[in-house]
Structures are given as structure tokens and as C-alpha cells.
């Protein structure tokens, strides 16, 4: 077992990786209080360059999947995979400017935290009704919840606009005379 051990290190050492002594391995295992994020988050060293790019990309990738899904808007199943699928490239593209630590940590907000969870939940069950229910009127509610997750988390972001919008709807539908 230690000559296997000896070999990996050599081939960290080819591979250009750095080689932990034994004290400092036995320190990082009693010093395991790092999240999951946080390792996470030191991994996805990116460049500005590169940071860009994947937002271009993933940003692009996902605007065309919701276009996209307009060509199929008759067929909720398909329909409810591509505008899903785009929504999840889009905030995707996100945590490329940001950083999956911060953009997580943005997520569970408490202002937003609430919209987080049902805007995910929707998406989950569009999902859900697209693939295993295949009921196109269950598809098309689940999409029409999803759409209506995705403006409330949007505006989530912008000051004062849920409250705005909140009075708004409230004086269009207050039924009293």
C-alpha cells in the first residue's frame, strides 16, 4: 500500500500537482469545517476572459432555448422541456459572472429566498409533467407557474418592484366600488 501511495505522488508530481507531506494531510482532515461550497468555490478559479465566456455561452445557449420553445408552444411537453431547460442555462450563465458561491448565497436571501424555492419547485414540476405525466394541460399549468416564478424572482432583484407590482395587481383586481 505505501508503494501505491509513493506512486500517485509521483504522478502528481508528472502531472504538475502539488504533493502533500503527511502532516499537512493529517491538518486538512482535522480541519474539515470547509463547506462544500467553499471547495467548490476555490476550484472554479476562472479568468475574467474565461468568466465571460461562459456567461456568453451558457446566456446564449439559454435565450436560444426559450426562443426556441416558442416554435413548439402547441406541444406543451416539448415546449415545457426547452423554456425549462433555457431558464436553467440562463441562471446557469449567472454563476459564471458572480460564482457559484455567491450566486447560491444570492439565491437563499432571505428577500428572495421564498421566490428561490417556488421558482425551482416549478421548474422541478414542469419538468416533472413534461417527462413522466405527459398531460399536456399539466404541462401547460406547470409552465404558466413557472413563467409567473420567473418574473416574481427577476423582481426580486430590482428594489421595491415585488412591492410595485404587488399594488399594482391589487388596485387592477380590487373588485370593491
Known amino acids: 500500500m505505501d508503494k501505491m501511495n509513493q506512486a500517485f505522488e509521483k504522478m502528481k508530481m508528472l502531472v504538475g500537482m502539488e504533493v502533500e507531506d503527511e502532516h499537512e494531510a493529517a491538518a486538512l482532515e482535522e480541519n474539515s469545517s470547509l463547506s462544500f461550497m467553499d471547495d467548490f468555490n ?3 478559479t476562472l479568468s475574467t476572459k ?11 445557449a439559454g435565450l436560444t432555448c426559450t426562443l426556441l420553445s416558442m416554435l413548439v408552444f402547441f406541444n406543451p411537453i416539448k415546449f415545457g422541456l426547452t423554456f425549462t431547460l433555457g431558464n436553467l442555462l440562463s441562471i446557469g ?3 459564471f459572472l458572480i460564482g457559484p458561491k455567491r450566486q447560491v448565497a444570492m439565491m ?3 428577500v428572495r429566498i421564498y421566490a428561490t424555492a417556488i421558482y425551482l419547485a416549478s421548474m422541478i414540476i414542469a419538468l416533472f409533467c413534461a417527462l413522466y405525466v405527459h398531460n399536456r394541460l399539466l ?9 409567473g416564478a420567473l418574473i416574481w424572482y427577476s423582481l426580486s432583484y430590482i428594489p421595491f418592484a415585488r ?5 399594482v395587481m391589487v388596485s387592477c383586481f380590487d373588485t370593491d366600488f
Not at 474565461?50 to 446564449?60: K, P, S, W
Not at 412591492?163 to 399594488?167: D, Y
Open 42 to 44: 476555490r476550484n472554479c
Open 163 to 167: 412591492s410595485m407590482v404587488s399594488k
Open 50 to 60: 474565461q468568466r465571460f465566456n461562459g456567461f456568453a455561452i451558457c446566456f446564449v
Open 108 to 110: 437563499l436571501d432571505p
Open 93 to 95: 450563465s449567472t454563476g
Open 139 to 147: 404541462t401547460l399549468l406547470a409552465i404558466i407557474l413557472e413563467f
